[in-house]
T-cell receptor, first 111, second 114 residues
């Protein structure tokens, strides 16, 4: 079983729709990261959160530590939101917390 | 501008020809790490460095070497590349190796070994 699982793997939606991407993890963590990878390949860090909720523009990330679950929401989705969204958690590894990644959710927003 | 700079962006090489992918950060971060990304497998850690002269293996270190002689630079060395090392590579840095700090990623290096 993967330590980090994302759903769905692929998501296609119409412009304007409310988007939810889910991430579940099986280990105790200090924080969870949401990343965005554009078609060009570059990776950008969107959020790092250890509790509650964070908001940046139309993006909202929530985390429930007890349930080991996080969600990334996009309100009023736009074609420029089309990207792969990746969640990552630091897993303790002999004193080093290395990032372990989900396999990503490919989001396509149709105009 | 705070950034992680990787070079080259694209590289096609032949089996067995040694190559180096450079990574440099200007944020005085202690932690640096290399990842490879393959379809269906996601991002996997190759090597990481907690600080100067401190490096350790990640999940998939075979066929790779690294060094950390200066805080800002963390090159990835493929002594004898093979086709199974064809992949998209990312360097990343963070203030420390603890996951409670944000990460900055380089733009990626797409490597093809023929």
């Amino acid at each position: 079983k993967n330590e980090v699982e994302q759903s769905p793997q692929n998501l296609t939606a119409q412009e304007g729709e409310f988007i939810t991407i889910n991430c579940s993890y099986s280990v105790g963590i200090s924080a969870l990261h949401w990343l965005q990878q554009h078609p060009g390949g570059g990776i950008v860090s969107l959020f790092m959160l250890s509790s509650g909720k964070k908001k940046h523009g139309r993006l909202i990330a929530t985390i429930n530590i007890q349930e080991k679950h996080s969600s990334l929401h996009i309100t009023a989705s736009h074609p420029r939101d089309s990207a792969v969204y990746i969640c990552a958690v630091p897993v303790s590894n002999f004193g080093n917390e290395k990032l372990t990644f989900g396999t990503g959710t490919r989001l396509t927003i149709i105009p | 501008e705070a950034q992680v700079t990787q070079n080259p962006r694209y590289l096609i090489t032949v089996t067995g020809k040694k190559l180096t992918v450079t990574c440099s950060q200007n944020m005085n971060h202690e932690y640096m790490s290399w990842y490879r990304q393959d379809p269906g497998l996601g991002l996997r850690q190759i090597y990481y460095s907690m600080n100067v002269e401190v490096t350790d293996k990640g999940d998939v270190p075979e066929g790779y070497k690294v060094s950390r002689k200066e805080k800002r630079n963390f090159p990835l060395i493929l002594e004898s590349p093979s086709p199974n090392q064809t992949s998209l590579y990312f360097c990343a840095s963070s203030f420390t190796g603890l996951g409670s700090y944000g990460y900055t990623f380089g733009s990626g290096t797409r490597l093809t070994v023929v």
